[in-house]
């Protein structure tokens, strides 16, 4: 998967055996989340999953709502992935979700002195949202309805950033690694874009032993980027996760398959979704900044759980939408 951004990109914008579980074409679809027109390839079998970085290629436009992210004016770029979010069960959506890390200044994020420690304790006495300096949002570009970075067509659409909001992520405590970004428009759906389910409420889980699935342009295992989107497949750990830095309480951890399926550098913001009564649910962000921290092995990854933050969701949203 993508880390850097391609050339081509910046310029034109400024083995596992799967089965097709539905058929390739959803034809009775429109705008519902989590149903996509183009259906999403399904794992079968034990030997599923193939490196999310060696790839196995997502269906072109199976997943409508991942979003390529671009954060800066001039390289070195940022780039992260992001999931477009269905809110209010309409025909668009101006929400995209994605990793705080992925649109916060983490330039000065080196390990914190103690004068900072104690004195964002007295800050947070004061605030209970902390987090570290918002890059500007006119520096923010969201594409969606992409697939190929080097094959744009005009299913993509390039939106504009109008606000930001940060949970509690600074360099003194990062355990809120989730950002919630307000586009400059709505962008209605199509066959080529598509707000994704948020979990219906607080309590509810992913499936167990359901099909969950993790998509983005990282950098690949052999340090090469993928320009075309990848996917894999991912199975939820319940276990012990030995790391002083994730929280059960508001993150998942996931476990490679056989074949050390996992997401790399670059995925970071992108969604966790899996399927759950016919339909795709967003219940996680890869929060990599926390993964590589929070791995026992390396076959585990951090991602924050959606359901612990859905009170923030709707306080944050109330308050963007004004």
Same mark, same amino acid.
């Given at each position: 998967? #993508?880390?850097? +951004?391609?050339?081509?990109?910046?310029?034109? !914008?400024?083995?596992?055996?799967?089965? #097709?579980?539905?058929?390739?074409?959803?034809?009775? %679809?429109?705008?519902?989340? &989590?149903?996509? !027109?183009?259906?999403?390839?399904?794992?079968? &079998?034990?030997?599923?999953?193939?490196?999310?970085?060696?790839?196995?290629?997502?269906?072109?436009? *199976?997943? @409508?709502? $991942?979003?390529?992210?671009?954060?800066?004016? $001039?390289?070195?770029?940022?780039?992260?992935?992001?999931? +477009?979010?269905?809110?209010?069960? &309409?025909?668009?959506?101006?929400?995209? +979700?994605?990793?705080?890390?992925? /649109?916060?200044?983490?330039?000065? !994020?080196?390990?914190?002195?103690?004068?900072?420690?104690?004195?964002?304790?007295?800050?947070?006495?004061?605030?209970?949202?902390?987090?570290? @300096?918002?890059?500007? /949002?006119? =520096?923010?570009?969201?594409?969606?309805?992409?697939?190929?970075?080097?094959?744009?067509? *005009?299913?993509?659409?390039?939106?504009?950033? *109008?606000?930001?909001? %940060?949970?509690?992520?600074?360099?003194?405590?990062?355990?809120?690694?989730?950002?919630? /970004?307000?586009?400059?428009?709505?962008?209605?759906?199509?066959? !080529?874009?598509?707000?994704?389910?948020?979990?219906?409420?607080?309590?509810?889980?992913? @499936?167990?032993?359901?099909?969950?699935? /993790?998509?983005?342009?990282?950098?690949?295992?052999? &340090?090469?980027?993928?320009?075309?989107?990848?996917? %894999?497949?991912?199975?939820?750990?319940?276990?012990? #996760?030995?790391?002083?830095?994730?929280?059960?309480?508001?993150?998942?951890?996931?476990?490679?398959?056989?074949?050390?399926?996992?997401?790399?550098?670059?995925?970071?913001?992108? @969604?966790?979704?899996?399927?759950? =009564?016919?339909?795709?649910?967003?219940?996680?962000?890869?929060?990599?900044?926390?993964?590589?921290?929070?791995?026992?092995?390396?076959?585990?990854?951090?991602?924050?759980?959606?359901?612990?933050?859905?009170?923030?969701?709707?306080?944050?949203?109330?308050?963007?939408?004004?």
């Amino acid at each position: 998967m #993508v880390g850097g +951004l391609s050339c081509q990109f910046v310029k034109s !914008f400024g083995c596992a055996i799967f089965t #097709v579980g539905w058929q390739e074409r959803n034809l009775n %679809v429109t705008g519902a989340c &989590g149903k996509p !027109f183009f259906r999403p390839i399904l794992p079968s &079998g034990d030997g599923v999953g193939s490196r999310i970085s060696n790839g196995i290629e997502a269906r072109k436009h *199976s997943h @409508p709502w $991942q979003v390529f992210l671009v954060n800066g004016k $001039q390289e070195p770029y940022q780039t992260c992935g992001g999931s +477009l979010i269905d809110w209010n069960n &309409g025909n668009a959506s101006d929400l995209v +979700l994605t990793a705080a890390h992925c /649109v916060v200044d983490m330039s000065g !994020f080196d390990k914190a002195t103690v004068w900072e420690e104690i004195s964002y304790a007295f800050t947070r006495l004061f605030n209970s949202n902390v987090h570290g @300096p918002v890059s500007n /949002v006119s =520096n923010i570009r969201i594409y969606l309805g992409v697939h190929d970075l080097e094959d744009l067509s *005009s299913s993509v659409v390039d939106v504009g950033v *109008s606000a930001v909001a %940060v949970g509690e992520f600074n360099k003194v405590a990062s355990y809120d690694d989730l950002a919630l /970004v307000k586009l400059e428009r709505e962008v209605p759906y199509n066959e !080529f874009i598509q707000g994704i389910c948020l979990p219906g409420e607080k309590k509810a889980q992913p @499936p167990a032993e359901g099909t969950c699935l /993790v998509t983005g342009w990282g950098i690949q295992a052999d &340090g090469k980027e993928a320009n075309k989107l990848q996917q %894999v497949n991912v199975q939820l750990f319940k276990g012990h #996760v030995n790391s002083p830095l994730f929280r059960k309480d508001r993150m998942l951890c996931t476990r490679a398959n056989a074949n050390n399926a996992r997401p790399l550098e670059g995925d970071s913001g992108g @969604p966790l979704i899996c399927l759950k =009564n016919d339909t795709f649910v967003l219940y996680g962000v890869v929060s990599f900044g926390i993964a590589n921290e929070c791995q026992e092995r390396t076959d585990k990854d951090a991602f924050m759980k959606l359901t612990y933050y859905l009170d923030w969701l709707r306080r944050t949203i109330a308050g963007l939408q004004a």
